[in-house]
């Protein structure tokens, strides 16, 4: 066999032995105790289960499947000639993706060697876990990542990999089966994992969490093409007693400052429940801030080569919402998940560079910013040293008077492609330590935090017809951003399920949540933007053509799903 063996055994023995990244010393230095058993052998078999987290939530891979594929990201062919990229982003926008399309393909490798990294890990310690040590911690946490990775299989590709002993093939799940699959892993470690290491590792409150997340979509994933989904009362009743679990555990807290989540020093946000660490400097990317912003928007004044990419905006229907919801108060006078404003020049125009914080959130017209000569030329300075700020040229247009004056009109016209077209997103703070504008990722990318425990239970509840408790959920969240309080939401009055997954997309945009949403909500096969096909089969990905073929040679073994041609 070819593909699956290689990923699923070569890759079993290789990483073994290739150097663990610079994770090493980091994702590990949160350990319980020091001094474990075969320590090397440990760090060398655990760091690689995590090691591949920070690419596989890349812009292009990760990010693009859940958030492009849906209605509150759109990524156009700029200026008719950045981002083409031969129409992929506009297939997983217009869902007419194929088995060949490569952000799927590349999310498939990452993600199918990510699991055999934790199948190598998990041989390696199991010989040496005795109960009660931190070994068996250790082993716990990439038993419970194993059923993480899988349960990403599950929600992307409707299927997860059964497998312990690295020399034998995996046993390939679905339905009913892959989702008991996933429960009964992480049922089985919660109660042997820490409560006090993450964000960066995996812990018993994530645990708790991840098992909420499977019981909430279990419906979905038993059967991702039916009409109407099944959520069963036992499931529900399980979301609201693992999000109770979590609580309970009163590591976590609601952070008042919303943005604060995704600050650079978010490892310590006690909001945080699970989290991708990036706090090695050479291993985190800084592509959830770059990605969105525009070619000749900067983000630090000590690295003029530090730029955005003018890459994904969100959706006129995305933006929609939000006006919907405030009617005729600005969303950004309304909420504090929308915008705020940090970049503010002194009375000279100028700001020094200690003090050159950029705003955060969703960015609409004229930006204002560093002023240079040229694309990724030195910023101007006044006669103080303090470096100038002013309406932002945008270089990458020929016309003189052109500005970095964001729209909200986008799509895949000629016009509605331009640079300026569509408003962007910046949560994450932007690197301190980024060079570039992509390396050096300081912030820690979210997997899973306090506010989706509060809205999973808060569902939960609303698909058993407890509307007042749901609300009271609800309006608990939104009342926690109290940092700024003339931006605290208000209180929502009404919440059926139609508000809820607004609530959810105002919470957690550009979280790598919201395709999950939409199917599950029954939103996925709706028109937006340059969107009209309603292909139910478009809720799973097609597996790459490249694994097909891999495993040709085992009849049956590795079905295309629904939809797609072999």
């Known amino acids: ?309 003018d890459g994904a905006a969100i959706t006129s229907d995305f933006y929609q919402s939000w006006l919907a919801a405030y009617g005729d108060v600005d969303p950004a006078e309304a909420d504090a998940r929308f915008y705020w404003e940090r970049l503010v020049a002194g009375e000279d125009g100028a700001i020094a560079a200690q003090d050159f914080e950029l705003n955060r959130g969703i960015f609409r017209g004229l930006q204002l910013g560093l002023q240079n000569t040229g694309n990724k030329t030195p910023f101007l300075v006044n006669e103080s040293g303090r470096y100038l700020l002013g309406e932002m040229r945008d270089w990458r247009r020929p016309e003189a008077d052109a500005y970095v004056d964001y729209t909200e009109f986008v799509d895949f016209s000629s016009a509605g492609s331009d640079y300026n077209t569509g408003y962007r997103v910046m949560k994450y703070q932007w690197s301190k330590a980024s060079t570039d504008g992509r390396n050096r990722g300081e912030a820690d990318l979210v997997i899973l935090r306090l506010a989706d425990i509060y809205l999973m239970r808060a569902e939960a509840l609303l698909r058993m017809g407890d509307v007042d408790g749901a609300l009271t959920l609800v309006n608990q969240l939104r009342a926690s951003r109290t940092a700024r309080p003339e931006v605290t939401p208000s209180p929502l009055t009404n919440l059926d399920l139609d508000v809820l997954f607004r609530e959810r997309g105002f919470e957690f945009y550009w979280e790598h949540q919201r395709r999950t949403d939409m199917i599950r909500f029954g939103k996925y096969e709706e028109g937006w933007t340059e969107k009209t096909n309603a292909d139910v089969t478009r809720r799973l990905f097609p597996i790459p053509q490249t694994a097909i073929d891999g495993a040709s040679d085992i009849e049956g073994y590795l079905l295309q799903n629904q939809g797609y041609a072999n």
């Open 1 to 309: 066999m070819k593909q699956i063996r290689l990923l699923f055994y070569v890759f079993s023995v290789m990483w073994l032995v290739i150097s663990c990244t610079d994770l090493n010393e980091k994702i590990l230095d949160e350990s319980l105790s020091g001094g474990a058993l075969d320590a090397d052998l440990v760090e060398n078999a655990v760091a690689p289960a995590y090691a591949l987290l920070p690419d596989f939530f890349l812009h292009t891979k990760y990010f693009a499947l859940q958030q492009i594929s849906t209605d509150e990201a759109i990524l156009p062919y700029r200026g008719g000639r950045d981002w083409g990229d031969n129409g992929i982003y506009l297939e997983l926008h217009q869902h007419t993706y194929t088995p060949s399309h490569r952000n799927i393909q590349m999310s498939w490798d990452g993600l199918t060697t990510m699991i055999s990294r934790t199948v190598t890990a998990i041989n390696v310690l199991t010989p040496l876990a005795e109960p009660g040590t931190e070994t068996a911690v250790f082993l716990a946490e990439v038993r419970g990542l194993r059923a993480y990775y899988n349960m990403i299989a599950l929600d992307l590709w409707g299927l997860v990999f059964k497998k312990d002993d690295p020399n034998v093939v995996s046993e390939i799940l679905r339905g009913e089966m892959a989702v008991n699959y996933v429960k009964s892993e992480l049922e089985f470690v919660v109660d042997q994992l820490s409560e006090s290491v993450g964000p960066g590792r995996l812990t018993k409150g994530a645990a708790y969490g991840l098992l909420a997340r499977l019981h909430l979509n279990a419906a979905v994933w038993r059967q991702p093409y039916a009409s109407s989904f099944n959520f069963l009362q036992a499931d529900m009743e399980a979301v609201i007693a693992y999000c109770n679990k979590v609580v309970a555990l009163n590591n976590y807290e609601l952070s008042e400052e919303y943005f604060a989540i995704f600050d650079n020093d978010n490892h310590s946000n006690k909001e945080l429940i699970f989290a991708v660490d990036q706090r090695p400097d050479l291993n985190g990317h800084n592509r959830m801030s770059y990605f969105s912003m525009s070619g000749s928007f900067y983000g630090n004044p000590l690295y003029p080569s530090g730029n955005g990419t």
